[in-house]
Nanobody
Framework: QVQLVESGGGLVQPGGSLRLSCAASGSIFSINTMGWYRQAPGKQRDMVAAITRGGTTIYADSVKGRFTISRDNAKNTVYLQMNSLKPEDTAVYYC?????????WGQGTQVTVSS
């Protein structure tokens, strides 16, 4: 039983930056992997980045070199620093951790990259 709440989305110009946060609560003492996913209108939800409790990371090819995932275990929070944003990064961004029934998901936060 885990609750995830994303924040930090908004409107940004191409080339700009945003930092997303995902705060976890509930039965979180055993959380290992946390991930960020995104879903654009009419598109499937795809993984953007993931991080283990120990700090091992993985990124989608489309965001490598631009996005950085990190976590603060003391704050039970995972972050996604997004730099050099492109219009194609526009999507609803969700955080997720594995669990029964497909895992636990946050409500999503909208990121819009536009001039």
């Amino acid at each position: 039983q885990v609750q995830l709440v994303e924040s930090g989305g908004g409107l940004v110009q191409p080339g700009g930056s945003l930092r997303l946060s995902c705060a976890a609560s509930g039965s979180i003492f055993s959380i290992n992997t946390m991930g960020w996913y995104r879903q654009a209108p009419g598109k499937q939800r795809d993984m953007v980045a993931a991080i283990t409790r120990g700090g091992t990371t993985i990124y989608a090819d489309s965001v490598k070199g631009r996005f950085t995932i990190s976590r603060d275990n003391a704050k039970n929070t995972v972050y996604l620093q997004m730099n050099s944003l492109k219009p194609e990064d526009t999507a609803v961004y969700y955080c997720k951790t594995p669990g029964a029934g497909g895992g636990y998901w946050g409500q999503g936060t909208q990121v819009t990259v536009s001039s």
